[in-house]
């Protein structure tokens, strides 16, 4: 115990990540101990997040012991902060009745998401599991598609009457706030369940407890429908800095709220996709990659570099047709690597930026020909700008003014070549309705190394004169 103590002690002074290392080193090293007691202490003054990334650092047969340490409603709350793969893991270790306590209490939102990773059949038992009114919020939100509102949305808000009095609507907040995911906003609907205002938890406390709610609400309400992409609720509740965001259906009927932590959720969740699209589509939704196995990650990396081994075949083939001025002027051979080079990079910086503007709606005031033309410009610039330099650096290295000359004029138009390329082809694949961050790369990199070759041999014959 004294070592339990002395932990304790020691955790008011280190940082958050120090902290969640301490936690985890020191509960490995108490579990494998067999103190399963003291284990339980070092758990009590960490919050519910850094357990459940102390118990996700374990090795996997000590995830379902380590939480077996929690009382119910703290496993109840770090069960929603477990990466999917430990949830699914537990689901199938711990007893039945353990794993009802937990699901039937999550919040409708998160059970939804965690039945979203589930295999149908483990789904279809704890569906059967749940009591009758969380076994029906869970069947409606996952009759919604995937990556909609009504997916993501949770069920848990307290909706008041515009003839309430504010003192009315305080008491109902105080009976329901407990069952409620969010209480800062009170949404007002009429006979029909139809969403026609909404009031803060600030306008009631300082308005009169006699004062009628339809006299103090905002009947100017922005909301959602259950069909809104996921992205566009993030993108709103981002622009308005809400808390939260009503949602309804066709019937303009109030049937849930996206809430701030969600969105988050779908932001970190939409950035890790596309951060693993640009690299190639390296890792599907919802897997851990550093979890997976190595032959599946093999398996989701070799498409692409396989499109660019392909690639690469239809580049070398053009440059062995090239062999006549090769031939004469060897020294031409040396840059090709430099201009196909500097051109997929040029041409990867413009399909970032115009992803990101896409992604963040910057760009939507701007067409796609302005856009595209205005990357063609920066293109043109920046060509200007690394072919004077790569002309002087050739003809230092080789002596030949007609080679250096033919080197940068080529990386000019490459340069313009890679910008307009990387800024159309997402346009492109948008209009495909493919995903821009999973296609453009691959297809730059072909545009720039095949026709930036061509280029650069049909530049050096006219510049050369062979």
């Known amino acids: 115990m004294t070592e339990t103590n002395n932990l304790n002690s020691a955790l008011q002074d280190v940082s958050r990540r120090e902290l969640r290392d301490l936690v985890r080193t020191q509960l490995r090293m108490l579990l494998e101990a067999g103190d399963l007691q003291a284990a339980k202490s070092i758990l009590i003054p960490v919050q519910p997040a850094d357990i459940a990334e102390a118990i996700e650092g374990l090795p996997e047969a000590m995830h379902a012991l380590a939480f077996r340490l929690l009382s119910k409603s703290e496993a109840i709350e770090v069960y929603e902060y477990l990466d999917y793969s430990v949830q699914e893991r537990l689901i199938e270790e711990l007893k039945s009745q353990e794993v009802r306590d937990i699901v039937d209490q999550m919040s409708s939102d998160d059970r939804a998401r965690l039945f979203d990773e589930l295999p ?48 009315q609507a305080l008491e109902r907040i105080r009976s ?70 009503p949602v309804v259906d066709k019937e303009e009927r109030l049937v849930g709220i996206v809430t701030v932590d969600d969105v988050i959720d779908i932001l970190q969740q939409e950035t890790t996709e596309d951060i693993y699209a640009v690299g190639g589509g390296v ?26 081994l392909i690639t690469n075949t239809v580049t070398g083939t053009i440059i062995k047709s090239q062999e006549d001025i090769l031939t004469k002027v060897v020294t031409l051979t040396a840059f090709i690597p430099l201009l196909t080079g500097t051109g997929g990079n040029v041409g990867a910086q413009s399909s970032t930026v115009v992803i990101r ?32 330099i790569a002309t002087i650096w050739a003809y230092f290295l080789q002596g030949r003014l ?39 790369a691959p297809f730059i990199t072909t545009a720039v190394d095949v026709l930036g070759v061509l280029i650069y041999f049909n530049l050096a014959r006219v510049i050369l004169q062979l």
């Open 283 to 308: 890792q599907s939704s919802g897997d851990n990659y550093f979890q997976m196995d190595l032959m599946q990650v093999a398996r989701k990396r070799v498409l692409w570099l396989f499109v660019l």
């Open 402 to 440: 007609e080679v250096a000359i033919a080197v940068g004029s080529s990386l000019v138009a490459i340069s313009v070549l890679a910008s307009v390329s990387g800024s159309a082809l997402p346009f492109l694949f948008r209009f495909l309705r493919l995903d821009p961050a999973l296609m453009s």
């Open 120 to 167: 149908a059949k483990v789904v279809n038992r704890l569906l059967e599991q749940l009591s009758p009114v969380e076994r029906q919020a869970t069947a409606l939100l996952l009759g919604y598609e995937s990556g909609t509102a009504g997916r993501i949305m949770t069920l848990e808000f307290i909706a008041l009457k515009d003839n309430f009095t504010v003192s």
């Open 176 to 245: 329901l706030a407990n069952a409620s995911e969010m209480i800062y906003y009170l949404y007002v609907t009429d006979a029909a369940r139809s969403l026609t205002g909404i009031v803060s938890l600030r306008e009631l406390v300082t308005s009169q407890p006699e004062q009628m709610i339809g006299d103090i609400m905002t009947r100017d309400v922005i909301s959602i429908h259950t069909d809104t992409d996921q992205e566009e609720v993030a993108r709103l509740i981002q622009r308005y800095d809400f808390l939260a965001v």
């Open 357 to 388: 503007g896409m992604n963040t709606d910057e760009i939507r005031s701007l067409g796609t020909l302005q856009v595209i033309g205005r990357e063609a410009i920066a293109g043109a610039l920046l060509g200007v700008m690394l072919g004077s």
